[in-house]
């Protein structure tokens, strides 16, 4: 790390010393609060701020945050390159140079670099990501919760800034640029890893599950359009005969607290089981109780229909009417299975599709009628065996791939403020 010649301390609160040659600067005196609201109400395009984004068109941002208000009139107009900081927001980040012209919550401050030739603008917005300095502004916010504590502007205005010369901003905004491209280069190369790990691991598994663990064993046609071939002393038979009970759980008598949780799909479709939201039945329950061992599978709505998961919750559960409930002699066939509807989602979720309102259902009748293949008992048990082994091995590498990313991610924090503060040189 190559480090300037020589350093003097600072009035800067959240530093302990700058470069000799850099000056200190308030905020106020790099940019101006610009308040110029669209009075007209002129259909501008409407912008938003996203936290480790920045600014992008309001339609862009998804679900996230409140909705934009109708009244025009009341927002502020915003310039490409002005510097926008959501006062609500802005001890976690929540800031950025805007990319377009357009409009803003009145909440955001807007603020317009007052000499370019002085100033880089992209600096200053790297100082304001820094983790320090958004520690730094918690100090001066005002709130009742950590992403709503609300910086003043009365009270940002003043804040001390460290200023090296126009040459030195633009040579660390171009490092910083420079790394930035080589960190998403990898965390993309990582992320594409990770994706082909996954698609591995379900191909895989549907292997095991289908074709079994010896690639060798005499092969039999299974009669199964979408199997095709079998191991030929493997059974075919329906999922009916297989599981000794089929159906869908009830619907609820939602009240505020009692000793029955209620399962829908939100509770296992995301691929663990979350009871965050999870609520409440009152009365008796019957065809929705659930037993430890349960293999449950959403079955409404093409987005989550056919995702599964073994229930092992113990007593006071029920699913409801959404959910089917497959019981079979044990835990080891509710596994084997869960296995096979796990890698053939999309099997169940095309053709299982069938539904008397406009959503898609997935259908009992066809469900309890499915042709299923199966070992005996003993090899089945060595199948789920060798599944789980490489399940874990999979997920192990791919959490040390994800670890990686991360660690680049810090690193990158770490680099920016060690050159936006003059700790090292670019």
């Known amino acids: ?8 301390t600072t009035n800067i609160e959240w530093m302990d010393g700058i470069p000799a040659d850099w000056n200190e600067i308030p905020l106020r005196k790099v940019f101006e609060d610009v308040k110029d609201i669209n009075k007209n109400g002129d259909d501008l395009q409407m912008l938003s701020l996203v936290k480790d984004v920045g600014i992008i068109p309001y339609e862009e941002r998804g679900n996230q945050g409140n909705k934009s208000s109708e009244k025009l009139e009341k927002y502020k107009i915003v310039k490409k390159g002005d ?49 320090p300095v958004q520690k730094f502004l918690r100090t001066m916010a005002k709130g009742i919760m950590e992403i709503r504590e609300s910086v003043e502007w009365v009270e940002l205005k003043n804040m001390s800034l460290p200023l090296p010369s126009k040459d030195n901003q633009k040579a660390i905004v171009e ?11 990898f965390i993309q190369q990582k992320e594409k890893y990770i994706e082909l790990l996954k698609t591995y691991k379900q191909s895989k598994i549907n292997e095991l599950v289908t074709k079994g663990l010896n690639p060798n064993i005499e092969m039999k046609d299974s009669g199964i ?12 038979q329906r999922l009916k005969n297989i599981f000794r009970y089929c159906n869908r759980g009830e619907t609820p008598n939602y009240v505020e607290s009692s000793d029955i949780k209620v399962v829908n799909q939100a509770t296992f479709s995301k691929g663990f ?23 449950i599978m959403a079955s409404t709505g093409g987005g989550v229909l056919g995702k599964v998961h073994i229930f092992n919750q113990g007593e006071g559960y029920m ?38 309102t406009n959503q898609i259902e997935l259908q009992r009748e066809w469900l309890r009628d499915m042709p299923l293949a199966y070992p005996e008992t003993n090899e089945m048990e060595d199948i789920v065996k060798e599944v789980e082994k490489f399940e874990d ?18 690193y990158r924090q770490s680099l920016i403020y060690e050159l936006v503060t003059g700790k090292r040189k670019p």
Request: charged share 25%.
């Open 1 to 8: 790390m190559q480090k300037y010649e020589s350093y003097k």
């Open 83 to 131: 510097f926008v900081i959501n006062k609500m927001n802005a001890v976690i980040g929540s800031l950025g140079i805007s990319g377009y012209n357009g409009l803003v919550s009145p909440v955001y401050y807007v603020l317009r670099n007052r000499d370019e030739n002085k100033f880089v603008s992209r600096y200053f917005e790297l100082i304001f990501k820094t983790r």
């Open 175 to 185: 490092y910083v640029n420079h790394i930035d491209k080589l960190t998403q280069d």
């Open 225 to 236: 359009e979408w199997l095709g071939e079998i191991p030929q002393h493997w059974k075919v």
């Open 273 to 295: 089981f979350d009871e965050k939201d999870i609520r409440y039945h009152k009365g008796l329950c019957s065809k929705g109780k659930l037993q430890d061992g349960d293999l």
């Open 319 to 356: 699913a409801d009417s959404h959910v089917t409930i497959m019981r079979g002699s044990g835990p080891l066939v509710s596994r084997f299975f869960y296995y096979f509807f796990l890698t053939n989602y999309d099997l169940i979720n095309g053709i299982l599709s069938e539904g008397s």
């Open 393 to 410: 091995y999979i997920e192990e590498v791919i959490k040390h791939t994800r670890s990686q990313i991360e660690l680049v991610q810090q």
